[in-house]
């Protein structure tokens, strides 16, 4: 059974910045990529940075130069961080990974942001 451990979601300040990290557990044979989704409220679940097994990143326009995500894939985790947030940033936060030559999917339960004043 393979679950992805979220955490690091909060309420901050516009401009302040949050870590998050999701530790993957269970039998996972090849991870491809890891990354993180998000989705607002109304709005469809959208991209904000994926990561391959050999480091190659890719980011959301809208993330660029604010976020960083990174990986440790001897311990199976991805960490997102993320400054200068701002209030169109709120959204829950979804963990995922590709793993296998099928490159299944798996997704994490979600960690709320909520950038706010």
């Known amino acids: 059974q393979v679950q992805l451990l979220e955490s690091g979601g909060g309420l901050v300040q516009p401009g302040g910045s949050l870590r998050l990290s999701c530790a993957a557990s269970?039998?996972?044979?090849?991870?491809?990529?890891m990354g993180w989704y998000r989705q607002a409220p109304g709005k469809q679940r959208e991209l904000v940075a994926t990561?391959?097994?050999?480091?190659?990143?890719n980011y959301a326009d809208s993330v660029k130069g604010r976020f960083t995500i990174s990986s440790d894939n001897a311990k199976n985790t991805v960490l997102l961080q993320m400054n200068s947030l701002k209030p169109e940033d709120t959204a829950v936060y979804y963990c995922n990974v590709l793993a296998g030559l099928a490159n299944r999917d798996y997704w994490g339960q979600g960690t709320q942001v909520t950038v706010s004043s």
């Open positions: 269970g039998t996972i044979f090849g991870i491809n990529a």
């Open positions: 990561i391959t097994s050999a480091g190659r990143t």
